[in-house]
């Protein structure tokens, strides 16, 4: 695996644009998580590197596969997360499905319409919820909203880095559909700022987005787990605060990320509705 770690980023699990395995995470939880996030921290560097070759790519992304299934011990990452999975009793199908998704990255450089986008989003957010869904031993009954909200990250992060992707990979995440309706292509992408067309495109995005935001509110509250509740409301505020700043803001000139200052203002704004939120669920 040594051109594999040459493909690294560095990127780790604070420089996220979501909380992965924060403090409010049960410590038992937190080695599985931390093994899910390393393996898919690595498929991603490995898809999304820019200069190496596609074929490359996927040989890596298989060698992967084959080791996350013990067909091979040639990708340590995957190794790791296989013997976590094998002492917690979990099953690979959600690392399986991340590398479908991985593996799209490198083949499949634009999504027709919504629904090609939100099939995408079935394999490379949704199991990322479900994983940790299943390791705190939450029901089923969950992966309903989890999957809304995990949609809904993925669209936030692909409208942020709509320029980078284009610019660094070719890569467009934005819909065909909604670009053509503008009467706009991808090479919009490429301008220093964005045309009202594009701001429009964008926007309206944003909003469909805010459907799934819609979808996935009442998820917290149907976690056991008072912590990964707490995790996850957190998470959605931030989501409903950035597809806010995505409905009016351009991407390609200005700023639509949090500031650590900014995450803590929403986290302390909202733990006070949350607790009570908690309380009137423990009476019930």
């Not at 070719?170 to 053509?180: E, G, T």
């Not at 200005?254 to 733990?271: C, D, I, Y």
Request: net charge neutral.
């Amino acid at each position: 695996m040594s051109e594999a770690v040459a493909l690294q980023s560095g990127k780790g699990h604070n420089d996220e644009n979501f909380p992965v395995a924060s403090f409010l995470i049960a410590p038992k939880a937190r080695a599985p998580v931390m093994a899910f996030y390393h393996f898919a921290r690595f498929a991603d560097d490995i898809a999304d590197h820019a200069t190496a070759s596609p074929a490359e790519k996927l040989r890596l992304l298989e060698e992967m596969r084959q080791s996350l299934v013990g067909e091979n011990d040639a990708s340590p990452k995957a190794v790791a997360l296989r013997r976590v999975l094998l002492e917690r009793g979990l099953s690979d199908q959600h690392a399986l499905d991340l590398l479908e998704a991985f593996r799209r990255d490198v083949t499949k450089l634009r999504y027709r319409d919504w629904d090609d986008l939100m099939d995408y989003c079935r394999y490379s957010a949704m199991p990322v919820g479900r994983f940790v869904l299943d390791v705190h031993g939450e029901s089923r009954d969950t992966w309903s909203a989890n999957d809304a909200l995990c949609a809904a990250l993925q669209i936030i992060n692909h409208l942020q880095d709509c320029a980078k992707d284009y610019r660094a990979l070719d890569r467009v995440y934005i819909p065909q559909a909604a670009l053509a309706e503008k009467g706009l292509d991808v090479t919009a992408l490429a301008d220093a700022k964005a045309s009202p067309a594009l701001k429009s495109v964008i926007a309206g995005l944003a909003a469909k987005n805010g459907a799934l935001l819609q979808q996935s509110r009442a998820f917290a509250g149907l976690i056991q787990g008072g912590r990964l509740a707490l995790e996850v409301d957190l998470i959605q505020t931030l989501a409903d605060d950035l597809n806010a700043l995505l409905g009016s803001r351009d991407p390609l000139s200005e700023n639509v990320h949090h500031s650590k200052t900014r995450v803590a203002a929403l986290f302390f704004g909202r733990l006070p509705f949350f607790l009570l939120s908690r309380m009137r669920r423990a009476r019930l």
